[in-house]
């Protein structure tokens, strides 16, 4: 079964300085691997995806997330970090069910606290 | 651009009573997707549709249903509510079934409160 774990309830960066949210994922198969973030009562934004092909992938808001089969890891980076970055962010794995669409498995979530 | 647009955003219902949610994914979007946030939770799959078929279940009560109609919109009907159905509902729509249209875009979600 598909499943990913982020495993830092909370990171913390100093407005200007580099930002790193873990994620690890466990999947049987290729693995389709996403990052969305999510602020106060709002719904999910999508930020990147990781398919194939290179294994650094870039995506909105200078985010970008780096793929490593060995480690099975799929970290969201960004080089300066914004206050505005502040917000939930959510790691995912797309599931493999019945024909070719595929639910979303998450992981539990980080928060990002970003102060100036 | 056009988002997934979901109805009502806030419903107040009591114990026993039904409530029905509203999705209308991306135009040109056929697939539509049902996930449940409860407080601090990450998003559980509930229930998706593909070209009006439903594609997939997850940890769906037998009390909830969904459907999708012709013009690709989904709803998603719960009845006998309890208070654990307290929650936020989000609809999310893809474009297809191509990996390089994977993402699953999602509304600004439906907050369900059961009293």
């Known amino acids: 079964a598909q499943s990913v774990a982020q495993p830092e309830d909370q990171v913390n960066v100093a407005e200007g300085n580099p930002l790193t949210v873990k994620c690890t994922y466990s999947v049987s198969g290729n693995p389709y691997l996403f990052w969305y973030v999510q602020y106060p009562n709002r719904g999910l934004q999508f930020l990147l995806k990781y398919i194939t092909g290179d294994n650094l992938v870039k995506g909105s808001y200078g985010f970008e997330a780096e793929f490593n089969k060995s480690q099975t890891s799929f970290h969201l980076k960004k080089p300066s970090a914004l206050v505005s970055d502040s917000a939930l962010y959510f790691c995912a794995v797309r599931g493999y069910g019945s024909g070719n669409t595929g639910k979303l498995i998450f992981g539990q979530g980080t928060t990002l606290q970003v102060k100036p | 651009a056009a988002g997934v647009i979901q109805s009502p955003r806030h419903l107040i219902k009591e114990k026993r009573e039904t409530a029905t949610l509203k999705c209308y994914p991306i135009?040109?979007?056929?697939?539509v997707y049902w996930y449940q946030q409860g407080p601090g939770q990450d998003p559980q799959f509930l229930i998706s549709?593909?070209?009006?078929?439903?594609?997939d279940k997850g940890s769906i009560p037998d009390r909830f249903s969904a459907q999708q109609f012709s013009d690709y919109h989904s709803e998603l009907n719960m009845s006998s509510l309890e208070l654990g159905d307290s929650a936020l509902y989000f609809c999310a729509s893809s474009p297809g079934l191509l990996p390089s249209s994977y993402e699953q875009y999602f509304g600004p979600g439906t907050r369900l409160t059961v009293t």
């Open positions: 135009p040109r979007h056929d697939t």
């Open positions: 549709f593909y070209e009006k078929m439903q594609s």
